[in-house]
C-alpha cells in the first residue's frame, strides 16, 4: 500500500489546522523569549530605529524564503516607541520587497506556473493596489508571489510601493503595539 494513500487523524488535523497552530505556537514562543530576554533585547536601542528599518528591508528582500523579521518589530515595540517601530519598519519592508518585484519584471519569476501564483496574478490584474494592500497588512508568506505577480504584470511601481507602505506599516504598528502589550501581560504573569 502506498504511504502516501494512507491518512491518519493526525495527518489530516495538521493539513487543516497546522499552519494556524505553528503560528499560534510561534508567537507565545517569540513573547516568553521577549520577557525572558528583556535584557538582551535593550540591546536593540544600540541599533534602535535604524536596526529595526535594516532588518525590514533585509528580513523582506528574501524571495520565497522567510526572515522573521515580524519577529524583530515584534521585540523592538517592546524596547522602543511601538509607533515609530512599526512607522520605520513600514518604511522599510516594501523598499526590501523589491526584489520580488523586480524578479518579476524581469521575467525570471520561476514560479509562473504554480496555480497559487496564477490565481495572485489575475488578482494583480483585476485589482492589483488592493491585492497588494491587503496581502501587505496580514503576514502571510504568499506576499512574495504578489510582488512577483506584481512585476509580471508591470504594475506600477510607485502604486506598488504606495501599497506596500500602507499595508506593511499598518501590520508593523499592530505587531509593535502587540510586542509591547504582550510584554507588560506576559511579564505580569512570571512574576
Known amino acids: 500500500m502506498d504511504v502516501g494513500a494512507r491518512s491518519s487523524p493526525l495527518g489530516s488535523w495538521w493539513q ?3 499552519g494556524q ?3 499560534l505556537t510561534s508567537a507565545l514562543g517569540i ?3 521577549v520577557v525572558v ?3 538582551q533585547l535593550v540591546a536593540l536601542r544600540g541599533l534602535g530605529y535604524v536596526g529595526i528599518f535594516l532588518v525590514g528591508i533585509l528580513g523582506n528582500a528574501t524571495v520565497i524564503f522567510p526572515v522573521p523579521s515580524l519577529a524583530i518589530v515584534f521585540a523592538g515595540g517592546s524596547v522602543l516607541n511601538p509607533l515609530v517601530v512599526g512607522l520605520v519598519s513600514g518604511v522599510g519592508e516594501p523598499l526590501g ?3 520580488g518585484y523586480l524578479a518579476g519584471y524581469g521575467g525570471s519569476a520561476v514560479v509562473q506556473d504554480g496555480p497559487r ?3 495572485i496574478k489575475l ?6 493596489f488592493l491585492t497588494l494592500f491587503v496581502l501587505s497588512a496580514i503576514p502571510n508568506p504568499v506576499f512574495d508571489l504578489a510582488g512577483i505577480a506584481a512585476g509580471v504584470v508591470r504594475f506600477p511601481l510607485g502604486r506598488f510601493l504606495l501599497a506596500c507602505w500602507l499595508g506593511k506599516t499598518l ?3 499592530v505587531v509593535a503595539y502587540l510586542g509591547s502589550l504582550s510584554v507588560d501581560l506576559v511579564g505580569s504573569w512570571l512574576r
Open 16 to 18: 487543516r489546522h497546522g
Open 21 to 23: 497552530a505553528l503560528a
Open 31 to 33: 513573547t516568553v523569549a
Open 37 to 39: 530576554f528583556r535584557e
Open 97 to 99: 520587497e523589491l526584489t
Open 117 to 119: 501564483f496564477q490565481r
Open 123 to 128: 488578482w494583480m490584474e483585476r485589482r492589483g
Open 171 to 173: 501590520k508593523a504598528i
